[in-house]
Every structure is written in C-alpha cells, then in structure tokens.
C-alpha cells in the first residue's frame, strides 16, 4: 500500500511517499527557518503563506524522487492537528483537492502520533507495548504506547516544552534561532559542571517543567552578563545537561514503575546529541532497550504522517470533507 504523506503543522512543508507503513521511498521537507529566524520564532501567518506556495512543488518532488504518480498512489494522509490552525488548514485543503481530483482516499493524521511512530522505520522497529517521549518545540509529552491507536498520557511539562526552552534560552544568549542546534554544537566543546542549573521534578509523577530552567539562565546571565568563548560553551553544557538528565530520569523511571522494557525518544529535540547519549546509557544500566530514530525522522517530515495515516487506515479510520483542523487534537 502506497501513502503519500503531507505534513503542515507548523513551519514546515513536507511530504513522502512510503510503502506499507514501512519504507520510505521519498521524503521532501522545505523548511522555513530563514524566514522565521529574524524574528526569534514561528509567526503563524508567514508560515501558512509560504505552505501555500511550497506544498505543491514538494508533493510533485516527493512523487518524482519515488518514481510514481498520483495513479500509484492508494491513500493520502495528512496532518489534520495539533499545530498552527492556518498551517494545518493548508495541508488539510491539499488533501481533500487531491482526493476529490483523483478519487484517492483520504485520511487524518496526528502530529504528535507521526513522531511516536517514525520509529516504524526502523528495520528493527520496536511492536508495541512500548514507551515513548515525544520531545519537541511545541511539546514534552510521555505516552504509554499499548497498540496502534491506543496511547495513555503519563506525563507532560507543566510550562514551556523543552524545545522552547531552548530556544528562549539561545535568544537570552544572543545564539540563532532555532536554539537546538548552536546549543548543541557549544555544550560539545563545554563543561557540563561548570554551573549547577536547577532540576525541576514535580512530585512522584512523570511531569516535567522548564521555565524555572530558562529563568535561572535569565538570572544568571544579568549577574554575569553574556559569556563568551570557552564560558558560552560551559553554559550551553551546562543547561543541555539540566534539560537532558531531567528527561532521561523522568523516561527510565516510568518505565521501571509501569513495567515497560522497550522505550523511545522521538520529536525535534531527540536529535540532540546529549539527549540521545543519556537516554541510551541510562536505559542500558537498567537493562533496558532504547530506539532512536535517525536524526532526519525527529524533526517534522511527511513520512512519519505516512505511517500514522497508514496504521490509521488499518484501524478503520477514514477521511470525508467535513474533516476540520484540530490545532489541540489530544490523542
């Protein structure tokens, strides 16, 4: 089965083409970071204006890179929430044209489901029950994972996701936006035990918060002024650190007391390499196994919405043109 993919939830125009929920053979993404970059973050308006120009040019590379045609193709997905509702309207409005200018079905796909199922394409891709942390700049999302359409919410940050925290803390820093990436690259060369930034674990549950972390960065920086050099790069450690031991403890300690062996880490910010490093080291102390997605399936892309729309469609779900955006959709 064929599915073409269509993701247009935030700033991001991405489409794929893959089979059987499985293999991927296309996956186009046009980013928009340069124009969204001088403003310090995502203005909702440009970013639908420019989905509206880039989504057919990106759907036709995607059918040419897989070497089909629209005739091949046998269901559409489509991001229909959460996300920006004029983002999302764009894709939706995509979907249904193709749909009814071809006779394809259709179906809706969920943003926050695609991330936890990019993990599909993976040869060793994990079957559920499993656990999974959707990391990204919108949200920070633990999710019990027990079948295909069956995901129980066991924690969430109770203020500013993890990738908002990064990129408030890189714009109090003078760093680029999105934050993720020049964060990363200076923590690499810094000292991660230079500054002792504050861990926030609300309670015996699985929450998180970070708008305490980004304050003291705040705090720190008028008491010091913005560092330089080798300082800038043991901040930056410093604060990846805080970020990347609350959320690998929050995951391995849910998977102890829930009973889960099999975890995941997905989203924009499981591309971050000390994320990555300790998950993975903490999950193999406890004897547990830890999938990560390449670094090209944690940010947004079409063909995780082709997995999600794929196993929607095996569910029995199905689109019709009353379908409406959902920019809160709770899974």
């Known amino acids: ?18 089979e059987d929920g499985r293999r991927v053979l296309s996956d186009v993404v046009s980013t928009q970071v340069d124009i969204h970059r001088r403003w310090g973050g995502v203005v909702p308006e440009l970013a639908s204006r420019n989905h509206i120009v880039q989504v057919m040019p990106v759907v036709h590379e995607a059918l040419t890179r897989a070497e089909k045609t629209l005739d091949d193709v046998d269901l559409i997905a489509v991001t229909s929430g959460p996300g920006l509702i004029g983002a999302l309207l764009v894709g ?14 259709f179906v809706g796909a969920n943003h926050l489901e695609g991330h936890l199922l990019a993990i599909r394409l993976l040869e060793d891709a994990p079957e559920p029950p499993f656990l999974g942390l959707v990391v990204s700049g919108g949200h920070t999302s633990l999710y019990e994972v027990k079948d295909f359409g069956h995901y129980r919410l066991v924690g969430s940050t109770r203020d500013d996701a993890a990738g908002e925290a990064y990129d408030k803390t890189a714009r109090i820093l003078g760093l680029p936006y999105p934050g993720g990436l020049p964060i990363d690259q200076l923590a690499q060369k810094g000292n991660p035990e230079a500054i002792r930034f ?47 031991d609350v959320l690998s403890k929050k995951l391995v300690a849910a998977a102890r007391r829930l009973g889960h062996k099999q975890l995941v880490l997905c989203g924009g910010v499981a591309a971050n390499s000390r994320l990555r490093a300790l998950c993975q080291q903490r999950a193999q102390e406890r004897g547990l196994r830890m999938f990560l997605p390449p670094v090209r399936l944690c940010t947004d892309n079409g063909a995780m919405i082709a997995v999600a729309g794929y196993e929607a469609w095996r569910r029995g779900l199905r689109g019709d043109f009353r379908l409406a955006a959902d920019p809160a959709w709770r899974m």
């Open 1 to 18: 089965m064929l599915v073409l993919g269509l993701e247009t939830s935030c700033d991001e125009t991405a489409a794929a083409v893959v």
């Open 92 to 105: 939706l409005q995509v979907a249904k044209g193709l749909s009814l200018a071809t006779g394809k079905p």
């Open 198 to 244: 504050p861990r926030a674990l609300p309670g015996d549950n699985f929450d998180v918060s970070f708008s305490g972390l980004k304050t003291a960065v705040l705090h720190h920086v008028q008491k010091h002024g913005v560092p330089e050099g080798q300082a800038l790069s043991d901040l930056c450690a410093s604060f990846q650190e805080a970020v990347a």
